[in-house]
């Protein structure tokens, strides 16, 4: 199967939206998700959707602000980010695994090459 492919990175001011999007072909009945990772910290989950199972996940500092999706038809991956902060900077990374026990503890093994996030102030 294919490497996930991101896209939809950008610079953006405070308070501005950014849609990121991921070529998930061949993985449309994973589990997907968005983790993300700054300069000097720790990867972090950011959401995750298995459809298959009614699962969707979001880390508190995103909920109410970004929505994850995914569109069968184009073999798409959707992360929609609004009243983005600072704080988001970061390179963003499409992921996915098949196990639903992996997805739900977020241990995801295949991995894209990321899309980056810059939010000034």
């Known amino acids: 199967q294919v490497q996930p492919v991101e896209s939809g990175g950008g610079s953006v001011q405070a308070g501005e939206s950014l849609r990121l999007s991921c070529e998930v072909s061949?993985?449309?009945?994973?589990?997907l998700g968005w983790f993300r990772q700054a300069p000097g910290k720790e990867r972090e989950a950011v959401a995750r959707i298995y459809q298959r199972i009614g699962y969707t996940y979001y880390a508190d500092s995103v909920r109410g602000r970004f929505t994850i999706s995914q569109d069968n038809a184009k073999n798409t991956l959707y992360l929609q980010m609004n009243s983005l902060k600072p704080e988001d900077t970061a390179m963003y990374y499409c992921?996915?695994?098949?196990?639903?026990?992996?997805?739900?503890?977020?241990?995801?093994?295949?991995w894209g090459q990321g899309t980056q996030v810059t939010v000034s102030s």
């Open positions: 992921a996915t695994v098949q196990s639903a026990d992996n997805c739900l503890r977020g241990n995801f093994d295949s």
């Open positions: 061949g993985y449309n009945t994973y589990c």
